[in-house]
């Protein structure tokens, strides 16, 4: 069946679809842009499930709201571009899905339901703010 047109399609790098769902950031320090962009975004992937999602390689448009994005690189210590971008092959790999796939808000959601808590969150710097209690 063909897809109603779409107002909009996000474009994110894969642990922004993955991890913005579950993160909060009520008890983080953020810039107020930052703060306002990731609300909006995760707004988008929890709550509107029509919504087209196309996973691209590198900084996204969360990331140009993000202090920490120079030169379109991630440049937050201690992890920085390189590592994020290797973070974000393991997700989408687990997710077994590819760069340039686009999915609906609620099709990347019934994929990460089969996989999350994923791997990596064992090791996630960012555990506190998510809603995950046992891993
Ligand atoms: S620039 Fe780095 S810290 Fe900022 S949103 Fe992008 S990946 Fe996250
Ligand atoms: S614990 Fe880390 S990897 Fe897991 S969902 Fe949260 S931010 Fe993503």
Aim: charged share 30%; net charge positive; with cysteine.
């Amino acid at each position: 069946m063909p897809r109603q047109r779409q107002a909009r399609t996000l474009r994110l790098r894969p642990h922004h679809i993955c991890c913005l769902p579950f993160l909060s950031f009520d008890g983080a320090t953020l810039d107020e842009r930052f703060r306002q962009v990731l609300t909006e975004v995760k707004e988008m992937l929890t709550a509107q499930p029509n919504v087209l999602v196309t996973a691209i390689e590198g900084v996204d448009e969360v990331c140009q709201a993000c202090p920490s994005c120079i030169n379109d690189r991630c440049e937050s210590p201690p992890i920085k571009e390189d590592m994020v971008r290797k973070v974000d092959r393991f997700l989408l790999r687990d997710l077994r899905k590819s760069y340039g796939e686009t999915l609906t808000v609620a099709e990347w959601q019934s994929v990460i339901s089969q996989k999350w808590p994923y791997r990596l969150c064992r090791i996630c710097r960012w555990r506190e703010y998510c809603g995950i209690q046992v891993v």
